[in-house]
């Protein structure tokens, strides 16, 4: 089949991965001009591993391990009160964001149609195929399309509705950049908070560096939409007068070139498909960052529409009905995690 994905991160690539080798013919679009280099580090836990065996990545995966050997607790005024384990944060496995993006894509990129630097505005659908508008490109038709595009999904608002039916805020935000590591930390983390709000700090590969992560109590997922500065503003507002080194980072994050922000919400919907068009991912399912089981969702959902697309054949009707059944159950389990994970983020 002639199969569209919408999203060039990780459910999209992993899924246009499986496709291919599966004899389809995959194109993946992309808003981005380019590979994503920012986002949070991500973990690794349980049945995600035959996900990546079977992607055959698994081997390449564990060489960009950081490597955290525990994260350090601290009070309002940094002093250490305790440690968390290193699988509190870290799972199993835990990799920069931008590794596993990097290597998916390289896995893919001979086989794979990329177009970045553009976005799907337009979905008609029939018996026939999918007739999709671009933003630049022309107009083409597929035999299905993948909404692999997440959370503020573009092919879930053009076809599911709009992302307030979807999207339920979990009542945190925050924001990601790399800075100098002004703690001296050696593959470990450090967290600190105060009342709604809290800094996580890592450092991994470059003993020079280290990540930053401020969040705080919010009441949307609104300020995800907004600009970077827009975002910047909010965030000074939200975390002025803590104490700490909290105010070096606000300062170091103004040059930060990986700066990212995102907010603790989940997506919450009756059914992940309609007619030829099907959901992956943060854009069908989201469990929240406070889960730590995005990227396994993602992964184990495009292991799980892809094998039932093969078993189905051209009956993409009954694909998709299969997947959605079987994934369903540990999705359910994943958001319980992900609310329990944000009430306990920020005291």
Same mark, same amino acid.
């Not at 470990?188 to 590969?205: E, I, N, V």
């Given at each position: ?26 194109? *993946? ?32 995966? @564990? ?6 050997? +525990? ?20 799972? %199993?496995? !835990? ?39 671009? %933003?630049?490109? !022309? ?5 299905? *399309?993948?909404?692999?595009? +997440? ?15 979807? *999207? ?28 709604? @709000? ?21 009441? &949307? ?21 803590? +104490? ?18 995102? &907010?603790?919400?989940?997506? @919450? ?43 189905? +054949? ?6 998709? !009905? ?26």
């Amino acid at each position: 089949m002639k199969i569209l994905i919408s999203g060039a991160s990780v459910a999209g690539p992993a899924l246009a991965l499986l496709l291919h080798r599966d004899g389809h013919q995959v194109t *993946v679009v992309e808003r981005a001009p380019s590979l994503r280099q920012s986002g949070w580090a991500i973990d690794f836990r349980g049945a995600v591993f035959d996900a990546l065996e079977e992607l055959d990545i698994l081997a390449e995966v @564990r060489t960009y391990a950081t490597g955290i050997t +525990g994260t350090d607790l601290l009070d309002a005024q940094g002093e250490r009160i305790g440690e968390l384990p290193a699988e509190v944060f870290s799972g %199993e496995l !835990e990799v920069p964001k931008r590794d596993l993006t990097r290597i998916l894509h390289a896995h893919t990129a001979d086989a794979v149609r990329y177009v970045f630097g553009d976005s799907i505005n337009r979905i008609e659908q029939d018996d026939n195929g999918v007739r999709v508008g671009f %933003e630049r490109a !022309e107009r083409d038709t597929y035999d299905l *399309v993948v909404g692999a595009d +997440g959370i503020f999904s573009v092919v879930r608002r053009l076809v599911f509705g709009p992302h307030a039916e979807a *999207v339920h805020h979990l009542g945190l935000s925050g924001t990601g950049f790399t800075t100098a590591n002004h703690l001296g930390l050696n593959h470990r983390g450090a967290m600190w908070q105060s009342p709604g @709000r809290t800094a996580y700090l890592y450092s991994a590969a470059d003993p020079a560096r280290m990540s930053a992560n401020l969040f705080f109590t919010t009441d &949307s997922p609104a300020l995800d939409l907004l600009s970077r500065d827009e975002q910047e503003r909010a965030i000074h507002e939200r975390m002025a007068g803590a +104490g700490w080194l909290v105010p070096r980072l606000l300062a170091d994050m103004a040059t930060a070139p990986d700066f990212y922000f995102h &907010s603790a919400a989940q997506v @919450r919907l009756d059914r992940w498909s309609a007619g030829r068009v099907v959901l992956l991912g943060d854009a069908g399912y989201c469990a929240a960052p406070t889960s730590g089981l995005g990227t396994s969702q993602a992964l184990i959902g495009a292991s799980t529409l892809a094998r039932h697309l093969a078993q189905a +054949g051209t009956d993409h009707t009954k694909a998709f !009905e299969g997947y959605e059944r079987e994934l369903r159950p540990y999705v359910a389990e994943n958001q319980r995690i992900g609310q329990d994970g944000a009430q306990r983020f920020v005291v």
